[in-house]
Structure formats: C-alpha cells, structure tokens
Nanobody, 113 residues
C-alpha cells in the first residue's frame, strides 16, 4: 500500500534552514505529482508546494524564493528545502501524493524568534 514517511523537521531560529524529506513506497513514484502541505494549530491545512511528475513546480506566494521542492525518482523521495524560515512557517508538514487521500504522520517545524 501507499506509504509516505516525512522527516527532517525540528526547532530552528528565524532565518534558519531545514530540509524535509518524504520517503515513499507502494506506488510508481515517477508517475505522480507530489505536494507538501502544512497545518498550524487552529489554522486550515494549506498547500505549500507541488512538483509534477516531470519536474514543474508551484509554490504558495509566502514561500516563493525561500522554499524549493525537488524529487529524486531513483530514491522515491520528495524534498522541501526551506530557507530564511519565519515564525509563520511553524506547522506540521505533510507530503501528499496526487489522487491519494492519505498522508503520513508529518514532521513538526518550529521556528523561534
């Protein structure tokens, strides 16, 4: 079955960087667009970035020029490089596969001032 395992979160100061990873299995990875979502306490889930099966990327406005989504089709893994982190980036981050309703356990990102 489809498995999505996020890692790489942590506590970082404002302006710092983190690299999130999402290891996947159970499906033909290179056929699917992958996205990173986040959800902060008391807020709605929001889509942060998407990478298509052929590498086309999309970002929400507030993370453009700070975050970079990438994928390694040999490792069946999608990444999110996050630079210049801000307090409003604090959330649990999840990766999701196109046309699949489930998600992994997420990874907590906390940005402190």
């Amino acid at each position: 079955q489809v498995q999505l395992v996020e890692s790489g979160g942590g506590l970082v100061q404002t302006g710092g960087s983190l690299r999130l990873s999402c290891a996947t299995s159970g499906f033909i990875f290179f056929n699917y667009a992958m996205s990173w979502y986040r959800q902060a306490p008391g807020k709605e889930r929001e889509r942060v970035a998407t990478i298509s099966s052929d590498g086309i990327t999309w970002y929400m406005d507030s993370v453009k020029d700070r975050f970079t989504i990438s994928r390694d089709n040999n490792q069946n893994t999608v990444y999110l490089q996050m630079n210049n982190l801000r307090g409003e980036d604090t959330a649990v981050y999840y990766c999701e596969r196109r046309n699949y309703p489930g998600r992994g356990q997420g990874t907590q990102v906390t940005v402190s001032s």
